[in-house]
């Protein structure tokens, strides 16, 4: 008999001396294991030597269906007798260079591997094609949809060296440079690269994609400003797309604001708001300003999208919190298009088609995302994207206290003292809670509606407010405003608050149920504190004493990428992403990315190289053939 932990190779087993295998799947729970799958397969035949030479590792074939292990054992035997030995469509100078193993000998080597080491190497090709496809895929249709060779060239040229171009402050555009001046404190290094690095794209002809990633607090939002300032100075517009109005009203207030330090008043631009709540009297009136070009820069919800809004001279469309609009929502700012007279010099200078005098271009896409994600899954999710991150924060942030306590009754009057004492001290308390009401199913949840009358009578003298998901949006805006303000001192919300909310004297925060919740989103509200002078808490109520050892880990760090990478180890990419955002990450059969990181970055410099050799894949029939099979979307112009 023979039992082991399952890990991604034990599917492969040394054949034992007996016929019986069992292969188990066991869990850890607190001190003792606990079986939770098991696998029994009988090797019938012990004397074949021919399948299951002794000493050999073994396949382990799952048998759903009726399939029976054995009979599924046979099949592969028998497909892979007549496998042709030229069944590789990927250049050899590629498997080469990354040391894989040719495909038929993957096949070879998976189902009938001579050792563990020729396992692997069999593990790495097959998920080496998982992944090499997705990015051929993706990059062939950002080249398809480019005009001239100059453009195509251009973007694999920035694909393979990142981080080679800035732009230094000297040249950009006036606006930007008087924008910087005026900002009430100096950019941070990163900052500064990520700018720099930003505006290069935009003075390029051809339309930039980049995802720009920080951590909480980091200061995104003011890059993006600076983006905006740079293409507005130069005689174009600006959209900044955020998912709630919320954040929108924020935005544009906090955009004011900054221009109000402005000393030019000539060169102030324009900038109008544009929501679902706009009156629609003053919603035409904008979209005739966006129309004629009065108004350089439009912050607004996805009614910047609408058929009805047009541009006369989109340059720059922002998306923040870009994981929460569709492929298909980010991508209508594609249609906006401008006249480009830059590129349609450049066009005509370099272009072997000298009938693209005038070049209508898609704007320039800058998308933010405040959910630190590992660069592995940012290039499975968003492969079609540069990367800018934003690694340091600003200056002066007094790190935030984090404490982890049972929410039992005594961790309770603990948690209600410590929120008086900071109160008193003159603080603001968030609170938050998994649901708005309370549920019948889930009894041991609180819920921020109805903890408001207990809460507002315990801490009399202090004024509380509510804010969740379903209010009506003035009401919410109402809630936030009074927040701010100071008229509220306690804060009763849902996860509303988990992005972009900036109330930087808001010092401490208490979450309700915190084992709901994911860590890199635990990471994420914490960011709601400990963005101004105060030195600020953050309170991680757990109700469940096995959530205690996972949320550890928010107490000792503060780091959104470390924090974030243990989250994709613990729970995987699914839950790291939340469903929405998860929803748009490619099924991969074989490969695992927590742990499959490196070969995933090598597969995409392999696809580089393979366009750069041929960027209509002419050159390589075979591959084309094999990209058309796995993805064939991309080749249909989808
Ligand atoms: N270089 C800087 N120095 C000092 N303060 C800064 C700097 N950059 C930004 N800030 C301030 O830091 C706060 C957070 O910035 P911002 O809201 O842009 O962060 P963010 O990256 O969008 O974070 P989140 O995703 O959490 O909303 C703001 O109050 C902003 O004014």
Redesign the pocket.
Known sequence: MHMCRMTTRSLLKLVPKCCLLIKVRTMRTNNHFEMREYNLDVLQDEEDSSVHAQGRPYPIYPSKGGLKPNFLRDMISRALETLPVNVDPIPKDITLDFGLLCLRDAYTGIHRPKNLNEADLARKRLIFDEFFYLQLGRLFQMLEGLGTKIEKDGLLNKYRNPELDAVFIEEWSGLAKIFLKALP????PS?LTAISEIIWDLKRPVPMNRLLQ?D???????VAFLACMEVIGSGYQAAFMVPTELLAVQHYEHLHNLLENMEEVHCKPSVALLTGSTPSKQARLIRQGLQTGDISLVIGTHSLIADSVEYSALRIAVVDEQHRFGVIQRGRFNSKLYYNSISSKMASTYSDDSSKGDVYMAPHVLAMS?TPIPRTLALALYGDMSLTQITDL??GRIPIETYLIEGNESGFEKVYQMMLDELEAGGKVYLVYPIIEQSEQLPQLRAASADLESISSRFEGYSCGLLHGKMKSDEKDEALRQFRSGETHILLSTQVIE??V?V?DASMMVVMNSERFGIAQLHQLR?RVG?GVRKSKCILLASTTSSLNRLKVLEKSSDGFYLANMDLLLRGPGDLLGKKQSGHLPEFPVARLEIDGNILQEAHLSALKVLGDSQDLEKFPDLKAELSMRQPLCLLGD
């Open positions: 404190y100096s950019l941070t900052q920080g909480v607090g980091c200061g995104k939002t003011v405040a600003p200056p992005v972009g900036d930087p960011g963005r």
